[in-house]
């Protein structure tokens, strides 16, 4: 019963956060909602008993890969035009006091629940870490390595169009120019 109500609630949550990453029109906005769905999809392996999956998809794509992502919009300078506006401070309570009977219920869950047991037991005297260790570096060993070898190409090209984007350098320049690409700058977002 405790898995039935946490995969529907974890699944609503996760496509509601993928939802407002696609529609929204704000850069910032859609990183936010981009990361709670990575974190809510963490959820579903810890459901399942894979709490070594989940702890690294949390690591990975929540940690890593959000903060290339945030590093992309600092870089690109995507979030110079939002505007945040205060809402109901009764609302924003309200959802924070939920949010936070909601992480003490998923913890509490499986301490309370005696009757948790998995399908398929592991080999007596090794973890999960153990199990997805052998699987991986045996079974997925020539896959493993082609996805290394394609986020290193992923990377290496990432920087090369970066760097074609960059035409001025801070650094070789005068503070004249600096001051005057700044004038020049204020001048355009002022009109």
């Known amino acids: 019963m405790f898995e039935a109500i946490a995969f529907y ?7 509601s956060m993928f939802y407002i990453t696609v529609t929204t029109s704000q850069a910032l906005y859609a990183l936010t909602a981009l990361a ?3 974190i809510f999809i963490s959820a579903f392996f810890f459901i399942l008993g894979a709490d070594f999956l989940g702890a690294i998809q949390i690591v990975v794509y929540s940690g890593a890969v959000m903060a290339l992502y945030a ?6 300078d995507t ?6 506006k205060n809402g109901n401070k009764y609302i924003v309570t309200g959802l924070s006091i939920l949010a936070a009977l909601l992480v003490v219920a998923i913890f509490a869950g499986p301490i309370v629940s005696d009757n948790i047991t998995a399908l398929y037991p592991m080999t007596p005297g090794a973890g999960n870490t153990q199990e997805v260790g052998m699987v991986l ?14 986020l290193l190409v992923a990377m290496v090209a990432g920087i090369v169009l970066a760097g074609k984007k960059m035409d001025l350098s801070l650094t070789l320049m005068d503070e004249d120019e600096i001051r005057k690409m700044r004038e020049e700058k204020n001048k355009k977002v002022l009109s």
């Open 9 to 15: 609630l974890f699944a609503f949550l996760t496509i």
């Open 36 to 38: 709670a769905g990575m």
């Open 71 to 76: 590093f992309g919009m600092m870089f690109f």
């Open 79 to 84: 979030t110079r035009e939002i505007k945040e």
């Open 137 to 150: 570096f045996t079974k997925y060993l020539v896959p493993f390595e082609v996805a290394a070898v394609m």
